[in-house]
């Protein structure tokens, strides 16, 4: 494990953002750990520096715009792009479909970075790269905090802390099995 890595994970703990429970993930799944991301995202001190590393890793590959995912990774989006010094951008969903909104463009000469904050099963990467890859821009790669499972995206991927997490479909959560009460974290919801 790198230094990078020791000390995101240090982070997250000292910042309460790993917590222990039972938990219901925004893929559906239940987990009885949760990565609480908002407790980085608030603190632009505890950002800055998971966002100089992820710009510093994609640097060489000149990307001219950052994309991400609303709400969660907006803001890491945004810190990467001022340590890049390109804009950022974000998809939202509008009547459940990925878009890119308020005036929000890509073009054949774009060279997307799509960056993520918590990585879980990749649904809202692999739907962020739908939409860029469908406006003809090309992605360079993913950039993320945190990447808790192997997610298999067409494109390379550099998580600066890798921390699988055991999940489990809900009909076949032991903590269900056990009667423990399950929390709603207030990730994005499928569906």
């Not at 001219?64 to 989006?77: E, F, P």
């Not at 090309?138 to 067409?154: F, N, S």
């Amino acid at each position: 494990m790198k230094a990078a890595q020791l000390d995101l994970e240090r982070t997250l703990l000292e910042a309460g953002a790993l917590l222990e429970g039972h938990f219901a993930l925004s893929s559906g799944r239940h987990s009885d750990r949760f990565i609480q991301k908002f407790r980085i995202l608030e603190d632009p001190s505890l950002l800055d520096s998971p966002a100089r590393a992820i710009a510093e890793h994609f640097r060489p590959l000149r990307p001219s715009v950052v994309v991400s995912a609303a709400v969660g990774g907006i803001l890491l989006g945004y810190e990467v792009a001022r340590h890049l010094g390109t804009t950022a951008i974000f998809t939202e969903k509008v009547n459940g479909v990925p878009t890119l909104r308020r005036g929000f463009t890509l073009t054949a000469s774009d060279r997307a970075l799509v960056v993520e904050d918590v990585i879980t099963t990749g649904l809202s990467v692999r739907e962020t790269l739908d939409v860029v890859l469908s406006l003809g821009a090309r992605v360079i790669g993913v950039g993320a905090m945190v990447i808790r499972e192997a997610a298999t995206l067409p494109v390379p991927v550099y998580a600066l802390l890798e921390m699988p997490l055991r999940s489990y479909p809900s009909h076949d959560c032991p903590r269900c099995a056990a009667g423990e009460p399950l929390t709603d974290p207030g990730s994005r919801r499928v569906g």
